[in-house]
């Protein structure tokens, strides 16, 4: 058996990552770092601080810019509001927000949704000296399967009950914030 120990790239400090974690932070450092199966290499992680929070904590999130196209919605209600709604809200790109931390499913998919509801703004900042972010845990494949599941709940929510949706979405790969919560 091989044991690989792993050093951060900036400032060579030894790295221990839990099981799960692909995006963390070097202790020491405080450099995001990328783990894959090929080792560690540095992350690219934007920081925001959205208006009106007050940084308790910086929380790892996969933003997908890009376009939900709703393909087929059959409701029982047949609610005129509640169609309207939806097609609005997905008339145009939107920001799609995706929880990375390990959280509970149904707290993500909560998140997840009211971010997008929100459309909260988000501007890159520097990175704020000693930031420490919660590692991310999900992949951005990983990630994609979650917003599936967020959109999903979004459209379910909706006053008509939903009881078919497809969709698809037109997103290049996301990009990692950490996202001052
Ligand atoms: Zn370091």
């Not at 809200?89 to 390990?102: G, T, Y």
């Not at 979004?154 to 290049?172: C, G, H, K, N, V």
């Amino acid at each position: 058996m091989k044991l690989l120990l792993l050093r951060c790239p900036v400032c060579q400090s030894g790295l221990q990552p839990e099981d799960e974690d692909i995006v963390f932070l070097c202790r020491d450092c405080h450099t995001p770092i990328f783990l894959s199966e090929q080792g560690v290499e540095t992350a690219e992680v934007f920081y925001a601080k959205p208006q009106g929070n007050t940084a308790g904590q910086w929380l790892p999130f996969w933003l997908f810019e890009g376009r939900v196209r709703i393909t087929t919605r059959e409701t029982q209600g047949g609610v005129k509001a509640a169609e309207s709604e939806s097609e609005a809200m997905w008339s145009e790109p939107r920001r799609l927000f995706v929880p990375a931390w390990d959280c509970p499913l149904p707290q993500a998919r909560q998140i997840g949704m009211e971010m997008i509801e929100k459309q909260v703004v988000v501007t890159a900042v520097n990175r704020p000296q000693n930031a420490e972010m919660k590692a991310a845990v999900l992949t951005p494949d990983d990630a994609r399967k979650l917003l599936d599941f967020i959109i999903l709940t979004i459209e379910a929510e909706r006053m008509d009950w939903l009881t078919d949706i497809s969709f698809s979405l037109e997103a290049p790969p996301p990009t990692l914030w950490a996202i001052a919560m």
